[in-house]
């Protein structure tokens, strides 16, 4: 048996580090072959999402208004229950 690692083994470091240059330009290559399928959304789809944003943060603002009241307003009837 030989203790010596081929030449071609991806595995040694070497080996890694000489597919490295390789490697990063393969994944610049696939970047930008993505980003190439990327569109920017139309104004009209900006302004529909940001419609429905708004009026969803309103609804979640009121909801949890609202329970924020109803457990303040039960902690309060029970330290006045529990304090008389």
Known sequence: MS???AAGNDDSFGGKLKSYPER???FYND???EMRKVTAPSRKEVQATTAV???T???FGVYFFIID???GRG???LFHTFTK
């Open 75 to 77: 902690v309060d009837l």
């Open 3 to 5: 203790n010596t690692v």
């Open 24 to 26: 990063i330009k393969a």
């Open 57 to 59: 943060v309103f609804l």
């Open 31 to 33: 970047v930008r072959t």
């Open 53 to 55: 944003v708004i009026v």
């Open 69 to 71: 009241n109803v457990i």
